[in-house]
């Protein structure tokens, strides 16, 4: 291969430029896969606008800029994905799809999140990061109810944004100001290095491997 490009590249300086062209457009239409395009512009307005925006400055402006733009827009619509993925629940759901019904909104579903022993269980799932920050912050801000002892499930938490955890700090300081001990359960080293370099440090919380764990210490703290 690389005697055939050392002898036949002089030769391509005799090739005409139109012949030249009409083989960069052929294997640029066979690479189009079509129905994939029609498959997004069909299911995603999100995709395909970013698809439409990529495609327009790939034409009337410039690759570089196009390129540029549809990373952006790709990013962004990414982000936005991820953080609906994003759910707070205790023994009902707190926080949903945005597509639920109202009945997921409804603030009295959240009046009596508590077990019987005065426990507050809850689990965040989904990647805690700064996209998915506010709805976990409203989640946290609408448990108005002095819990007993409080323990918090990050056993389906991938990963855990430190800039955004201080809102994770601010709920366990008031849940330590007012006497309830709280617990981090089944969360992965990664997230609990995250969550130690944001501040929660084990003077707020207790750690724990798995929420039954917690469970039991909690129910020995407050008997």
Partial sequence: MLAFVLIAAPLAYHVPLAVLAAVLLTVAWNMIEFDQIFAILHTSRSESAVLTSTLLLTCFKDLTEAL????VLGAILFMHRMAQFVEVSTETKLLGDATAGDDDSDPAAVQNPFSGDGILTFQIAGPFFFGAAGSVSAVLSRLGEAPRAVILDLSAVPFADNSRAHILVAFAEKAH???????????????????????????????????????ERAMKLIA
């Fill in 68 to 71: 540029a733009v549809g990373i």
């Fill in 177 to 215: 100001k007012r006497g309830a001990p709280m617990f981090v359960a089944g969360a992965s080293r990664a997230v609990i290095r995250s969550l130690l370099s944001a501040g929660l440090s084990r003077r707020l919380v207790r750690y724990a491997p798995s929420v039954a764990v917690a469970h």
